[in-house]
């Protein structure tokens, strides 16, 4: 099947034509009061479109309501809350859109959570199983870009891997790399690692600290509806479970990224629900960094009767995150899931992060990404550019890295 992202897997000079014109690198940040629009127009404009109000609550920076959520998700105005959300965007982060260089690894795809929507999971011994050793890591990550400040591993699920595993592969990352900022294991994965260690939650994420995670990535989370859990993934844990992972894993220090998976067979309210709850959450910890909203990839799952998110949705979805989610600081872009095109649109809608220059990502091309496994440098940053925005290195904990 031909993925809808192919065309994007481009090489940088392919994407903008030789002389094309980019904002000069001293373009002067823009005030606020020069992008917002007078609040009686856009209210005329949003009373035409079910989202009446909403401009209101958000210049007064009222939180918005689940049926205000609802009512985002059902407008036909999505440029509407692009507007909304760049305005947003803007108040926070002015002119600056945020880039990463780092590393992707997938350590294993063994799993025995067999979800509908995953085309990484193998069982051991199946075609493309593999379960990489500390010592691979390690090489890996030895020879890998010397720029990056990050590596991100995330995995299945296996619950014969023993404690130590675990524990040497963050030492083997740290022994490759010792400075790099290590962002791995779902709540998913940490759930398993607590349950093999068989030791307090306190005392595991102690011990992997000291062996050298920084910080957790965002996935896991899916979609929180208990009704699309019994129907596609019975076998992952609970919203409930997941919640109380990530608040205890807060109040231990550890910051930490959320997802919502979209585009399943999810109702819109459902949508709303699961991002009611992460607004909640940050609201008792504050230990969210970003938002990603992932759009669902179809391809070689069991589910690939549905299709992948169009272009607006993916861009409705990244401005919803940003007008709704008011406790969040960051909206990730991932180009690798969303596509170049989208992404660097997404800018524009309320995203101020493209993450990063990612290699050797395998979650989403297993399962139909037509993405470049990693993007250079100047690539990334001219996107960047190209939509508007100053790009700016962050590491993980969102700081400028200045080279
Ligand atoms: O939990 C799996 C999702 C997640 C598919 O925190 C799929 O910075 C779409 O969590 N189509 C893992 N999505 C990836 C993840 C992530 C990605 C980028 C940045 C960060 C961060 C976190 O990928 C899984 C699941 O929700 N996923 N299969 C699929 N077919």
Not at 87 to 112: K, L, M, P, Q, S
Not at 158 to 182: E, G, M, Q, S, T
Request: glycine letters at 6%.
């Amino acid at each position: 099947m031909v993925s809808p992202l192919d065309d994007v897997a481009r090489p940088p000079e392919e994407v903008r034509p030789p002389g094309a014109a980019l904002l000069p690198e001293d373009s002067p940040h823009r005030a606020l009061e020069e992008i917002q629009l007078p609040l009686d127009a856009l209210e005329e404009r949003a009373a035409r479109c079910g989202l009446g109000g909403i401009p209101t609550k958000v210049r007064a920076r009222e939180r918005l309501s689940a049926a205000d959520g609802l009512a985002m998700y059902q407008s036909p105005d999505i440029a509407l809350l692009g507007l909304l959300a760049d305005e947003e965007r803007a108040r926070r982060h002015g002119d600056v859109a945020f880039y990463n260089v780092n590393i992707h690894i997938n350590y294993t795809n063994w799993c025995n959570k067999f979800c509908e929507f995953c085309a990484f999971q193998r069982r051991p011994g199946d075609d493309g199983a593999y379960c990489m050793s500390p010592e691979q890591i390690e090489a890996e990550l030895a020879a890998a870009d010397p720029a990056a400040t990050e590596v991100h591993m995330v995995a299945g699920v296996w619950p014969a891997l023993k404690y130590d595993y675990f524990l040497d592969i963050l030492r083997a990352a740290k022994r490759a790399r010792p400075d790099i900022h290590v962002k791995a294991f779902t709540m998913v994965e940490i759930d398993q690692i607590v349950k093999t260690a068989g030791k307090p939650l306190a005392e595991v994420m102690q011990e992997l600290r000291q062996a050298g995670l920084d910080s957790m990535p965002g996935g896991g989370a899916e979609v929180f509806s208990e009704r699309v859990r019994q129907e596609l993934y019975p076998k992952k844990m609970s919203a409930e479970r997941w919640i109380e992972l990530a608040r205890d894993i807060h109040q231990l220090g550890f910051r930490t990224n959320a997802t919502m998976l979209y585009g399943m067979t999810e109702t819109l309210e459902e949508r709303v629900d699961h991002l009611e709850r992460l607004r909640a959450l940050q609201d008792q910890t504050g230990g969210f960094q970003a938002y990603i909203p992932l759009a669902f990839h179809p391809d070689n799952t069991g589910i690939d009767h549905l299709p992948f998110p169009s272009p607006p949705e993916r861009l409705r979805a990244i401005a919803i995150g940003r007008l709704f989610l008011d406790n969040f600081d960051h909206i990730k872009a991932y180009w690798v899931m969303l596509g170049l095109p989208v992404a660097q649109m997404g800018l524009n809608y309320g995203a101020n992060d493209l993450d990063g220059t990612v290699t050797q990502e395998k979650i989403y091309h297993d399962a139909g990404a037509g993405t470049p496994q990693q993007l250079h440098l100047d690539h990334l940053q001219q996107l960047i550019r190209e939509a508007g925005r100053v790009p700016t290195e962050r590491d993980t904990l969102y700081q400028v890295v200045a080279r």
